[in-house]
């Protein structure tokens, strides 16, 4: 995921971010603190579980109020198919 920072920083320069996530049960918890970068990857997901993401900006002074949330549902390709066979019809 990647974000882009506020307009306004508070009259400080922004620190890092702070991500959290919530994996559908209404509970939100801190995933990185100082991430440095505007983009996280997340990594060790579930299979068919929806994930919510939050992020926070700091300046010198505090974290700003949380980002809108991010909601994703972690799925992965199916695996391939089994190789076909053929019939023999008999007229």
């Not at 983009?39 to 700091?58: C, D, G, W």
């Not at 109020?65 to 089994?82: H, I, M, Q, R």
Request: proline residues 5%; negative net charge.
């Amino acid at each position: 995921m990647q974000w882009v920072d506020p307009a306004f920083n508070g009259g400080a320069e922004f620190l890092d971010y702070r991500i959290s996530y919530d994996q559908g049960t209404g509970v939100w918890v801190t995933l990185h603190t100082y991430n440095t970068e505007k983009t996280y990857s997340a990594i060790n997901l579930t299979p068919s579980v929806t994930y919510s993401f939050k992020v926070e900006v700091r300046n010198r002074w505090d974290y700003s109020d949380f980002s809108n949330v991010l909601t994703v549902l972690c799925a992965y390709k199916p695996t391939e198919p089994e190789a076909p066979i053929t019939y023999v019809v008999a007229d």
